[in-house]
């Protein structure tokens, strides 16, 4: 099992940034892939963006392209998503996920997931 928790959410205004974290614990060896999701009420749960454990590859949505990056410190277990220039539209509750492999854009081929932590933009 792996657990994952996030941290990081609030309240910014638009233009703003915050800095997402997700701590993960467990049998991390196991996954090879690490993902931020998003989900927006009344919206279906959104691919935002992935790394992996290993090498330097990072997926982004386009919608995030350029404002969102993501980075992790394997020393610490630890994913990092860092939201900049932020919009209305990126509210949602923000989730981290993680998977051994599989279509890293599709939830589904996800294992495991955090309680998400939740991200208001206000205009």
């Known amino acids: 099992q792996v657990q994952l928790v996030e941290s990081g959410g609030g309240l910014v205004q638009a233009g703003g940034s915050l800095r997402l974290s997700c701590a993960a614990s467990g049998r991390t060896f196991s996954t090879d892939v690490l993902g931020w999701f998003r989900q927006a009420p009344g919206k279906e749960r959104e691919f935002v963006g992935c790394?992996?454990?290993?090498?330097?590859?990072?997926y982004y949505a386009d919608s995030v392209k350029g404002r969102f990056t993501i980075s992790r410190d394997n020393a610490k277990n630890t994913l990092h998503l860092q939201m900049n220039v932020l919009k209305p539209e990126d509210t949602a509750v923000y989730y981290c996920?993680?998977?051994?492999?599989?279509?890293?854009?599709?939830?589904?081929?996800?294992?495991?997931w955090g309680q998400g932590t939740q991200v208001t933009v206000s205009s």
């Open positions: 996920a993680a998977m051994p492999s599989g279509n890293y854009r599709n939830p589904a081929s996800y294992a495991y």
């Open positions: 790394i992996r454990w290993i090498g330097r590859n990072t």
